[in-house]
């Protein structure tokens, strides 16, 4: 058991005193890609396919479920959203990036109840981190999923974290920054699901790492696309078929291939806001040498990959 860290998150600062460049000399915020992949990773548990077998033979290629950072050097303040089962190399990795010494963290936005969106909370905990009051924002469902439940209702009562209720399209103002949650179409066992929209002082995003099919929602996603600056959109699955034996038709995720024909009209401009996230470890644009990587990128599209810093 680790004592309790009111000095906050362990101290590895001094593994980081060299601040980004980006986070050390300009005061734009901006999003960072922590994770990109689907709820299990890549490779994923149990997988022995040869698709996997890179991953599990070379270490460099796996790759964490989908998580952002956002840094607002003008605030000195770093956020996390979604706590993943790569917590630990996530939280590090945003560490090193906006080092403790420079950026108070801020808090964890959730989006739903769904394992590789929230599981990773348990390492804020007196086994682990022994964390003080940390900020996990969440919507009504979700919030009283953590109270309800252990162990996530013991992080509450032992003070590790500390819930900040979240509504429907009601901002949070970060400072210069303001986020905003709005509910989206999925399977909502345990919790509502939403997605956010990121407002910095110059652009802004929108983040959708899970979603049914477009058409389940009442939101064009054609024309909410246009009033952003970066889209980082569900890319669970590139096109049907990708799971043999299983009729992919009632799965609830747009694949790449029918967003892009949803937008195939769209301008360049536009389609090149686009940055496809949240990708299942069969989906070929994890390879970014594929032909269906190559395709994506030709037509305008981005595939998501860590490291990726985005101003707002």
Not at 70 to 85: H, N, Q, V, Y
Not at 92 to 108: H, I, K, N, S
């Amino acid at each position: 058991m680790k004592p309790a860290l009111n000095r906050f998150f362990f101290c590895i600062c001094f593994l980081a005193v060299s601040c980004s460049a980006n986070a050390d000399t300009n005061q734009t915020p901006y999003l960072y890609v922590l994770g990109v992949v689907q709820d299990a990773g890549y490779p994923q548990a149990g997988c022995l396919a040869p698709h996997c077998l890179p991953g599990w033979q070379d270490v460099r290629k796996r790759r964490g479920a989908v998580s952002l950072g956002l840094i607002d050097p003008e605030a000195k303040k770093k956020f996390m959203f979604e706590a993943t089962p790569n917590f630990p190399g996530q939280f590090y990795d945003l560490q090193v990036e906006a080092p403790d010494a420079q950026f108070d963290f801020g808090g964890v936005f959730l989006t739903h109840a769904h394992i590789g969106h929230y599981t990773g909370l348990m390492f804020l905990g007196h086994e682990v981190m022994g964390a003080s009051n940390v900020p996990v924002y969440a919507m009504p469902r979700m919030t009283a999923f953590l109270q309800r439940n252990g162990p996530w209702s013991q992080l509450i009562s032992f003070k590790n974290i500390a819930l900040q209720p979240l509504q429907d399209n009601l901002a949070v103002n970060l400072g210069s920054v303001k986020v905003t949650p709005f509910l989206v179409p999925h399977r909502d066992e345990y919790s509502e699901t939403v997605g956010y929209r990121i407002a910095g002082p110059d652009k802004s995003a929108i983040f959708i790492p899970d979603i049914n099919k477009w058409q389940d929602w009442d939101t064009d996603i054609g024309e909410l696309i246009k009033t952003v600056d970066y889209a980082l959109i569900d890319g669970a699955f590139y096109a049907d078929g990708e799971l043999p034996g299983r009729d992919m038709s009632v799965i609830p995720h747009p694949f790449v291939s029918e967003t892009m024909s949803l937008l195939k009209n769209a301008s360049r401009s536009e389609r090149n806001k686009v940055w496809f996230i949240h990708m299942n470890h069969t989906n070929p644009l994890l390879d970014s040498s594929s032909k269906e990587s190559q395709q994506v990128r030709s037509l305008g599209y981005h595939i998501a990959t860590e490291g990726i810093r985005l101003d707002l």
